[in-house]
């Protein structure tokens, strides 16, 4: 499934969207891209959002849902 | 409409002020946030703003469903900025118009403190020497 | 010059802004009072501003002072209207710049309430069927 | 003395200033007053500046002060 990276995350995946196989929850999609991206491990917080809105670990991903991975923000 | 929600490459403070004034409302609290020409003591070059767009309006739109619903707040605007900025821009305006005014500054304050943790929006300050994603590290 | 004190016929919130913002402050807070259409259920026709100009200036130095010297503020700016006014029209434009948001919301809100206390400035509100200077009596 | 009067009790005095004989102290000078006045009696609160600065009632008054009536402020 595709997912969109921003500011950090972005930088470190060297893309503004990757292709995750295998995942089919929050928790998983954070496990698989921890393993490819450690340097993912190192930030404050990260979070991901599904179909625009914050998701919990639990949370199921389908393929036509908008995944996004969210690095800590900053704003304002 | 209550609400006025903007994310854009330039924002100004007199366009939210001028959505939100109504003469119903006394009083309207507005904070802009500008960019530093220092942060931890070393000198700030330019600032590079990224957005997830369609979240962080939805975002916004929490923030200011909830100053409306529960602070008492009849309108409010949020403005935010997108790209490349530098010392002194306006990055950020949010304008908040209640009937009484410590309404107003409760709420505005609530907004931006909520938006600095929520809203999907990333911040990359440049120095003579690199450039940091803010606040992504510990 | 860190503070800017007005008592004038008509003031502007850019003009505020402008005096208050500096490079070195990444939060300002403004409030704005307008006139309100309706009073205690009355609807307002105008309003008169009179003021004791001289002491007013004082007072209201005191209050940028206080907010300079005590409360982390870098530059104030503090506008008061005189004479008639109408709906909608600006009364009142506080203005307050500091490295950090939080200290220009308190002082923001200090002021404006400090100003309504001892400020010396009578409103005096028209309705359709007469006139009353506001808390004047308990 | 001179006294200035602003807002409601220049209105209830019928004048911008007014002449007071024979008061020494701002107390001396607001029983002058609501002697004078009674409608000044009925206000929520009458303070007096002499120099432009809110005075307690000890204070003592002399010719040449700027002396001015203060009924209860409502700016902003």
Redesign the interface.
């Known amino acids: 499934m595709r997912v969109?990276l921003?500011?950090?995350a972005?930088?470190i995946a060297g893309a503004p969207f990757i292709t995750a196989e295998g995942v089919s929850t929050v928790a998983e999609l954070k496990s698989w891209l921890y393993g490819r991206y450690p340097a993912l491990r190192?930030?404050?917080s990260l979070m991901v959002?599904v179909n625009?809105?914050?998701a919990g670990d639990e949370e199921t991903l389908k393929n036509e849902d908008e995944i996004?991975v969210?690095?800590?923000?900053?704003?304002? | 409409m209550q609400v006025l929600l903007q994310i854009n490459t330039n924002i100004s403070v007199q366009q939210a002020l001028d959505f939100v004034q109504t003469p119903e409302c006394g009083g309207v609290v507005v904070f802009v946030?500008n960019v530093r020409n220092v942060t931890q003591g070393k000198a700030v070059t330019k600032l590079f703003?990224?957005?997830?767009e369609?979240?962080?309006l939805?975002e916004m739109e929490k923030i200011a469903q909830h100053m409306i619903d529960q602070m008492w707040v009849k309108k409010v605007a949020i403005l935010?900025v997108v790209g490349e900025m530098f010392p002194g821009d306006t990055?950020?305006v949010i304008a908040a118009a209640a009937p009484h005014r410590a309404a107003a500054f409760a709420a505005c304050e609530y907004a931006?403190d909520t938006?600095?943790?929520?809203?999907?929006?990333?911040?990359?300050e440049y120095f003579e020497d690199g450039a940091v994603?803010?606040?992504?590290?510990?």
């Not at chain 1, 969210?70 to 304002?76: D, F, L």
């Not at chain 2, 703003?49 to 997830?52: I, L, M, Q």
């Open positions: 969109l921003f500011g950090i972005k930088d190192q930030l404050r959002a625009k809105v914050y996004a969210i690095p800590p923000v900053s704003g304002g | 946030g703003f990224e957005c997830y369609p979240m962080a939805l935010h990055v950020v931006i938006l600095k943790e929520t809203v999907p929006i990333w911040k990359k994603w803010v606040a992504a590290h510990p």
